[in-house]
């Protein structure tokens, strides 16, 4: 099990313009990994400021290998944004490569993601999420994810970001 908080910060929008908390659930099975995420969202509305709470509940699978320092990822979810109009659903798959600096006191790997989204409602893919940053390994079940993130989005305002993110992931066993 896996706590997750994340905080979104952009530039010229009300901040944060994304917070969110949640659980997820994973069973590892080799290289492969599926997953159950528990997630509450507040979003903020980039022209009004509005805030929205989202329920997203979420099922994944990924597989991942390790090459050297480098780890190699890909991730297929499925999800449904309760409290949305229409409760949409999702499709995303992310594409992950984590490379791991050696020799640093805390435990560092840099990292870049690239991530599309399918929307069921639209009948269309409406979403590209790129991201860059560094995972600090604050202990073994402490992550401190520092990045920039790129999205570009087909529907919805603005319909470009530019948002510095981070994202504290705590293992509870």
């Keep these: 099990m896996t706590a997750i908080l994340t905080v979104r910060l952009g530039n010229d929008l009300p901040n944060p313009t994304l917070s969110a908390g949640g659980l997820q659930f994973d069973y590892r099975m080799g290289f492969w990994t599926a997953s159950a995420t528990d997630y509450y969202v507040c979003i903020r509305n980039a022209k009004t400021g ?10 994944a699978l990924s597989y991942q290998v390790d090459v050297g320092a480098f780890s190699l990822a890909d991730r297929n979810r499925v999800e449904q944004l309760e409290g949305l109009a229409g409760s949409p659903k999702r499709y995303r798959n992310r594409a992950s490569v984590y490379w791991r600096l050696a020799g640093d006191s805390v435990p560092t790997d840099i990292f870049i ?4 989204f399918y929307d069921f409602s639209k ?3 409406t979403r590209n999420r790129a991201q860059a940053g560094n995972q ?3 202990d073994k079940k402490a992550r401190l994810q520092v990045f920039y993130l790129r999205q570009n989005t087909t529907y919805g305002a603005p319909d470009r970001l530019n948002v510095l993110g981070l994202t504290l992931q705590l293992d509870i066993e």
Aim: hydrophobic letters at 55%; glycine letters at 0%; proline letters at 5%.
């Design 123 to 125: 009948d269309s893919w």
């Design 50 to 59: 509005a805030r929205t709470i989202v329920w997203l509940p979420a099922a």
């Design 136 to 138: 600090l390994h604050l």
């Design 113 to 116: 993601t690239d991530e599309v």
